[in-house]
């Protein structure tokens, strides 16, 4: 299972890689907007650094909504470094530039996926992963993990290859359950990731051993 950030703050994204479990960032147009980061160089230069940082894949997502325009944007960003995984959105021109794009082996990310029959879709298009927002899903009171859940079913079912990526993970518990799904990636912020760390006994039992251990 590969474990994302889901930010576009380096300094988060230095401390997940420092961390030693870091496969990859997602990025979206919000995420950039919070850090902001303004203007088409400053975005492109921002992607740069932070493949610099990460040893994996780099969601960058694309703005148009045509097809040419998403072309041009997509092979723009996934020009900029080897780990650019270009991120479309799941609309009727956004499926077309996935079929193009991997047809020419460059690397996409289908966003904004809240169906099964979306990411079925997405994989008959070729997408190198389908991200569905389970934490979306969650806020307007639908399970989003049954979601994920389906998805892995149809591609088990047919052997797709791509890859189940859990977006808009909220929480410790929406990583542990998709691991039990059997998600191949999840994205969401550090505090998802440094909540696997917790657990109160083993709080408790380190500070006895540290105490008896003032014997030795
Ligand atoms: C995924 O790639 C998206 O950037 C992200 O996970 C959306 O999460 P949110 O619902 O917390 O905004």
Known sequence: MKF?????????IREAQELGV?????????????????????????????????????????????????IREGEELAELHDQIVVKVPMIRDGIKAIKY????????????VFSAGQALLAAKAGATYVSPFLGRLDDISTDGLQLIAEIRQIYDNYEFETQILAASIR???????????????????????????????????????LEDAKSF
């Open 4 to 12: 994302f950030i889901d930010t576009a703050n380096l300094e988060q």
């Open 22 to 70: 870091l496969d990859g960032v997602t990025t979206n147009p919000s995420l950039m907007a919070k850090e902001g980061i303004r203007g088409k160089n400053n975005i492109l230069k921002h992607y740069v650094q932070i493949c610099e940082i990460v040893d994996g894949d780099v969601s960058a997502e694309v703005i148009a909504t045509n097809l040419d325009d998403i």
């Open 101 to 112: 794009f991997s047809d020419i082996g460059i690397r996409t990310n289908c966003t904004l």
């Open 171 to 209: 929480h410790t518990m929406h990583v542990v359950n998709c691991a039990k799904i059997g998600a191949d990636v999840i994205t969401g912020p550090l505090s998802s990731i440094d909540g696997l760390l917790k657990h109160p006994l083993t709080d408790s039992g380190l500070a006895k051993f």
